[in-house]
């Protein structure tokens, strides 16, 4: 069966450092693989995507990139830290697209300070 | 655009009352809808999905959902609810010129009183 694992679960950085989050996927090749971000406990906002290794398609401009360096590994970072990049970070894979479900991975809170 | 309402922050129910957790999406095309419920600090998991075919689709923990294109609905529901239910229920959306990129709501808040 199919397993995403994310890590780290909590962070508290302060502004201005770096950020990385990382998410692998097991069970599964050539996933389509997503980043989110859930602010306050509600709406998600689709940050990036990707269809393969070294493909990332970014929704929305911002402090943050995305990386995978491997088939099942996706990688969140960012140079220098904003108060405003404070969320619950989750990443996601779907075998593909075309009304296929998004499995979620266990998220990250990060706390920006 | 593709855009997703949940017009319902929070829905209440008592236990063993049939609840109904309600979605309205709007779209260029044919939908692929979607509901995943969230339990606090957890991931989103994958309810049920509508893709093509019977309107009324049934998924995971007995709920079901009905897909009514002339409204532009999918509305949760399930015709008995349990205290564990009580969670963060979001739909979304997918569409053809979106493919692999899903739309959310802002998701509702049920609770269930024993």
């Known amino acids: 069966s199919q397993t995403i694992h994310q890590w780290p679960a909590t962070l508290v950085q302060p502004v201005g450092s770096p950020l990385s989050l990382e998410c692998t996927v097991e069970?599964?090749?050539?996933?389509?693989l997503y980043w989110y971000r859930q602010a306050a406990g509600r709406g998600l906002q689709l940050l990036f995507y990707?269809?393969?290794?070294?493909?990332i398609s970014s929704e929305v401009p911002q402090n943050l990139s995305a990386s995978r360096p491997q088939d099942r590994q996706f990688i969140l970072s960012s140079k220098k830290l904003l108060l405003s990049d404070s969320g619950f970070y989750l990443c996601?894979?779907?075998?593909?697209?075309?009304?296929?479900?998004?499995?979620f991975g266990p998220g990250t809170r990060l706390t920006v300070t | 655009a593709q855009s997703v309402a949940q017009p319902e922050d929070q829905v209440n129910v008592a236990e063993g009352n049939p609840l109904t957790v309600k979605c309205t999406y709007s779209?260029?095309?044919?939908?692929?809808l979607f509901w995943y419920v969230q339990y606090p600090n957890r991931g989103l998991q994958f309810l049920l999905k509508?893709?093509?075919?019977?309107?009324l689709v049934k998924g995971s923990y007995g709920f079901e959902a009905e897909f009514n294109k002339s409204q532009t609905s999918f509305h949760l529901k399930k015709p008995s609810a349990l205290v564990s239910d009580s969670a963060l229920y979001f739909c979304?959306?997918?569409?053809?010129?979106?493919?692999?990129?899903?739309?959310f709501g802002r998701g509702t808040q049920l609770t269930v009183w024993p």
């Open positions: 990707s269809v393969g290794i070294g493909q």
């Open positions: 779209v260029s095309g044919n939908p692929y």
């Open positions: 979304a959306v997918e569409t053809g010129s979106t493919l692999g990129r899903l739309y």
């Open positions: 509508y893709i093509t075919g019977d309107n």
């Open positions: 069970g599964t090749s050539n996933p389509n």
């Open positions: 996601a894979w779907s075998g593909s697209w075309g009304g296929y479900e998004q499995y």
